[in-house]
């Protein structure tokens, strides 16, 4: 399975994904995308701009205006009108996500090297019946590194929030359950944004292992 087929596996056809996994024919960046990273080292400057070359390609294939995906609040990416999106980048893998806001509402992504989490880093961000949900996983499982996971699946949660809310959220303030069966549900432990007439309460998303990577991504629908 290659990048782009890794991350269109975790998303639902309205969402558009284009991945690779070096920084070698990354096209320039726009002006307007320059100052997020004038002062960034190489290989932090690679990524970024492999990432907003990625968003562009999924803007073009989308079919929706090819435009400079700049750097905005809380470092969220700014899209064209009328579409959502997200980015990820780690290491040995950049990709991007986009679709129509009529379609869908918000969408996240999120990639990790599939390995454990650095010590002391899930304590950080797991409540104490989330790290018994894992250590069951784990026990059942343990070809998945299911502490990456619940971190990668938060770092989607709150990519999807934020468009919808335009606050922080907290890795305390989402409870999150994940399933061997290449899904996980989120549930929002604050008072949900109202999309569409609804408050919404959870998100559900999915997550797949390939070649050393970890994708977790969340596509909310318009009702």
Same mark, same amino acid.
């Given at each position: 399975?290659?990048?782009?087929?890794?991350l269109?596996?975790v998303l %639902?056809? %309205?969402?558009?994904?284009?991945?690779?996994?070096?920084?070698?024919? *990354?096209g320039?960046?726009?002006p307007?995308?320059?100052?997020?990273v004038e002062? *960034?080292?190489?290989? !932090?400057?690679?990524e970024f701009?492999? /990432?907003?070359?990625? #968003?562009?390609?999924?803007? *073009?294939?989308?079919g929706?205006?090819?435009?400079?995906?700049? =750097? /905005?609040?809380? @470092?969220?990416?700014?899209?064209p009108?009328?579409?959502?999106?997200?980015?990820?980048?780690?290491? /040995?893998?950049?990709?991007?996500?986009?679709?129509?806001r009529?379609?869908? @509402?918000s969408?996240?992504?999120? *990639?990790?090297?599939?390995?454990?989490?650095?010590?002391?880093? &899930?304590?950080?961000?797991?409540s104490?019946?989330e790290?018994?949900?894992l250590?069951? +996983?784990?026990a059942a499982? %343990?070809?998945?590194?299911w502490d @990456?996971?619940?971190?990668?699946?938060?770092?989607?949660?709150y990519?999807?929030?934020?468009?919808?809310?335009?606050?922080? +959220?907290?890795?305390?303030?989402?409870?999150?359950?994940?399933? %061997?069966?290449g899904?996980?549900?989120?549930?929002?432990? =604050?008072?949900?944004?109202?999309?569409?007439?609804a408050?919404?309460?959870?998100f559900s998303? !999915?997550? #797949?292992?390939?070649?050393?990577?970890?994708?977790?991504?969340?596509? &909310?629908?318009? !009702?």
């Amino acid at each position: 399975m290659g990048a782009v087929e890794l991350l269109s596996s975790v998303l %639902p056809a %309205p969402v558009v994904a284009v991945a690779c996994v070096s920084d070698d024919d *990354a096209g320039p960046l726009h002006p307007s995308e320059e100052p997020a990273v004038e002062r *960034a080292v190489e290989s !932090r400057r690679a990524e970024f701009t492999t /990432g907003r070359s990625c #968003a562009r390609s999924a803007l *073009a294939s989308l079919g929706a205006p090819v435009a400079a995906v700049p =750097v /905005g609040e809380k @470092r969220a990416p700014v899209w064209p009108d009328g579409v959502v999106g997200s980015i990820t980048h780690t290491r /040995g893998f950049r990709g991007a996500a986009v679709a129509w806001r009529s379609v869908v @509402r918000s969408v996240g992504i999120d *990639a990790e090297a599939h390995d454990a989490l650095p010590d002391g880093v &899930l304590d950080a961000v797991s409540s104490e019946s989330e790290r018994a949900g894992l250590a069951r +996983l784990s026990a059942a499982s %343990p070809e998945v590194s299911w502490d @990456r996971l619940l971190f990668s699946a938060k770092e989607s949660v709150y990519k999807t929030w934020f468009p919808l809310t335009g606050r922080w +959220l907290g890795f305390e303030e989402a409870e999150l359950e994940p399933s %061997p069966d290449g899904t996980f549900l989120a549930r929002l432990l =604050v008072q949900g944004p109202v999309v569409d007439g609804a408050v919404v309460s959870s998100f559900s998303g !999915r997550w #797949a292992v390939e070649g050393g990577i970890l994708v977790t991504a969340i596509a &909310l629908p318009a !009702r």
